[in-house]
């Protein structure tokens, strides 16, 4: 069982900057593949950046790359989501979600519960 637990978000003017956190436990292995995703209301859940704790290059969407910076701290079992020059478009829950292979497309078992980030003009 992993357990995931999102922190960081908040209000924030347009051009400010958070970071997020998503604190992991749980068996390691079924942890590998991390994953920020976000949901507005009104819309479907979109995956923001993902990265594989073995290594390989971090993904980040097009609409974010520049702005935003997913890393992850082992000792701490902590993934970030460094989030720079943020947008009222930004506005959303954001989650923490964890599988454990890694490969574009793998499904997400695991899913923190959420922090809000509201983005004002």
């Known amino acids: 069982q992993v357990q995931l637990v999102e922190s960081g978000g908040g209000s924030v003017q347009a051009g400010g900057s958070l970071t997020l956190s998503c604190a992991a436990s749980?068996?390691?292995?079924?942890?590998?593949?991390m994953a920020w995703f976000r949901q507005a209301p009104g819309k479907e859940r979109e995956e923001v950046a993902t990265?594989?704790?073995?290594?390989?290059?971090?993904y980040v969407v097009d609409s974010v790359k520049g702005r935003f910076t997913i890393s992850q701290d082992n000792a701490k079992s902590t993934l970030y989501l460094r989030m720079n020059s943020l947008k009222p478009e930004d506005t959303a829950m954001y989650y923490c979600?964890?599988?454990?292979?890694?490969?574009?497309?793998?499904?997400?078992?695991?899913w923190g519960q959420g922090t809000q980030v509201t983005v004002s003009p």
């Open positions: 979600a964890a599988a454990g292979v890694c490969y574009s497309g793998s499904p997400f078992r695991y």
């Open positions: 749980g068996a390691s292995y079924s942890r590998i593949y």
């Open positions: 990265l594989c704790r073995n290594g390989g290059a971090p």
